[in-house]
């Protein structure tokens, strides 16, 4: 019977791993390897590091760190956690594991543009293609900017980005779908739209080209795609936890869900998707699972039999 068992080997889910073990709890993380950090080219936004950190960087070293006390990352899918009793059963990869615990460090999938995926790779590996401006708007800002979705959603992405100086542009994917409060504010900004759907993207020469159908076409330093995202819930909808309008797992202070003893950490969560805020989100719930465990086993023992009793 393990202590907990961590799903999600991305920066939240190790760091819990680590809390867990340098807390002497027997866990284990369990990752498919679909994370989004591992596609971080380079990161100016972790504290500490000044010159940058890629995401595969940052992943070795939380691993290095994991190992160091003793626990690993065990690389499969989980398939199903089911309740059992004090604890839960944790499917995958054809063994079944018991835990008293499970965190949720799922994260969420990008709704990717209509590109392969080999085109997409290149891009978001060259910086062409990024998907987080409060991450790197700062290494943006002297490139002309595109982004991609032509809905509020995408009109909020386009404002964030013009407050660093760089030309921006609006673009459909398919179709404007915007009032016109929000075309006059983008126009009082500087932004400009394209309301005509793209025809297609392309990888050339430092930039990404976007064409249209009897336009010309527009070279952009970096593609920012504002197309939403979907978050990694449904183990935990399984469980019946509960989830927020936006379909992320609703938890408590301490991280733990509607589901006694399943926490959730990271994107997955209803909140700023930011590596700092899931590191906090895991020192908190591998904080709390500690100490709920000491808790149960205080009472466990307190409830047990004495020999006089027996």
């Known amino acids: 019977m393990l202590d907990c068992a961590v799903i999600g080997g991305g920066p939240a889910g190790l760091t819990a791993a680590i809390y867990l073990s340098r807390f002497l709890r027997s866990c284990v993380v369990i990752d498919a390897g679909a994370g989004r950090a591992a596609s971080i080219p380079r990161s100016h936004n972790l504290p500490g590091f000044p010159d940058g950190l890629s995401g595969i960087e940052l992943l070795a070293r939380l691993e290095t760190q994991l190992r160091e006390y003793g626990s690993a990352v065990r690389k499969a ?19 079944v594991l018991r835990s008293r615990s499970v965190i949720l460090a799922t994260g969420v999938v990008n709704h990717k543009p209509d590109i392969s995926e080999t085109m997409h790779a290149l891009g978001v590996s ?7 401006p409060i991450c790197d708007g700062y290494e943006a800002r002297l490139t002309p900017i595109a982004v991609l979705g032509a809905d509020r959603h995408g009109a909020a992405e386009a404002l964030f980005l013009r407050q660093y100086g760089a030309a921006v542009t609006l673009l459909a994917q398919r179709s404007l779908d915007l009032a016109t409060s929000d075309l006059e504010r983008l126009e009082k900004a500087g932004i400009e739209v394209v309301a005509e759907p793209i025809a297609g993207l392309r990888l050339a020469d430092g930039t990404i080209e976007a064409s249209w159908h009897g336009l010309p076409g527009r070279s952009f330093g970096t593609l920012y795609p504002a197309l939403g995202s979907t978050a990694r819930t449904h183990l935990a ?15 408590d202070g301490h991280q733990q869900t509607s589901i006694s003893g399943l926490y959730a950490i990271g994107d997955v969560v209803e909140g700023l998707d930011q590596i700092c805020v899931a590191t906090g989100h895991a020192a908190i719930a591998a904080t709390a699972i500690h100490n709920d465990l000491l808790e149960r086993d205080y009472q466990t023992s307190a409830d047990a039999p004495t020999e006089r009793e027996r």
């Open 126 to 132: 060259q910086g062409l293609i990024r998907y987080c």
């Open 77 to 95: 899918e989980v398939d199903e956690i089911t309740s059992s009793g004090p604890g839960f059963l944790i499917s995958c990869a054809g063994d």
């Open 237 to 251: 909808a399984a469980l019946g936890a509960n989830m927020s309008d936006q379909g992320c797992l609703l938890t």
